[in-house]
């Protein structure tokens, strides 16, 4: 279920610790290209987390 994995896929990325910046952006930007719009809010979450500010309000107004 896609709901599911999403809320999965949130709860792992935005509870992991700094050290994983790089993983977390990488898969932000596959995510940001995802058909299901949940997993497009995850990945601009993701990029607010590790304050790539400029790409998270980007994919939030594409969304809108």
């Given at each position: ?24 952006v990488g898969l932000a ?13 995850i990945a601009a979450q ?19």
């Amino acid at each position: 279920h896609a709901l599911t994995a999403a809320t999965l896929c949130r709860a792992m990325l935005l509870s992991s610790n700094n050290s994983h910046i790089i993983s977390q952006v990488g898969l932000a930007s596959r995510l940001e290209k995802h058909e299901l719009l949940e997993m497009r809010r995850i990945a601009a979450q993701v990029y607010k987390k590790n304050l790539r500010w400029r790409k998270a309000v980007e994919l939030a107004k594409a969304d809108k």
